[in-house]
């Protein structure tokens, strides 16, 4: 298992903002969320127990305190999430051949809220299943 601490994604990485602007207004904010989203599993990585291959299905499990009551609903969220998703698995890829293919969203939970601390933990962890390839 490995828990990732990502920060509440920028609204302009939300699909529904995005009103026909041009990729290019949200690229650097993609950039930077991959960034973060590699450095959060080269931290995590240190403390994980994650042990996968590229057959393993990952279960992913999604809990986000909000700052108000006024947040993304699930899908968005999700959407949103992909940069870092992106930046993660770029990581993981390269430590133990894993990708984003592999996960299944079971939990997310979008109903606490934390006004000094907003926040996604984001808890990857492998189940017996494996993917064909």
């Known amino acids: 298992m ?23 207004s949200s690229h650097s904010i993609k950039k930077d969320a991959q ?6 599993a080269y931290q995590a990585w240190h403390i994980s127990k994650l042990v ?8 992913c499990d999604l809990k986000v305190y909000h700052k108000s009551k006024i947040h993304l609903d699930d ?3 999700v959407s949103a999430l992909k940069p870092y998703q992106d ?11 894993i990708n984003d293919k592999q996960i299944r969203y079971r939990t997310i939970d979008t109903l606490e809220m934390d006004k000094l ?3 996604v933990i984001m808890t990857l962890s492998a189940i017996e299943r494996k993917l064909c390839l």
């Open 2 to 24: 490995i828990k990732l601490t990502l920060p509440i994604p920028d609204s302009k990485l939300s699909p529904n903002r995005k009103n026909g602007k041009n990729w290019i």
């Open 35 to 40: 960034k973060q989203g590699y450095l959060s």
């Open 52 to 59: 996968a291959d590229k057959t393993t299905i990952l279960r």
């Open 75 to 77: 899908d968005n969220l």
């Open 87 to 97: 930046g993660i698995f770029a990581f993981l890829e390269q430590k133990i051949q």
């Open 117 to 119: 601390n907003p926040r």
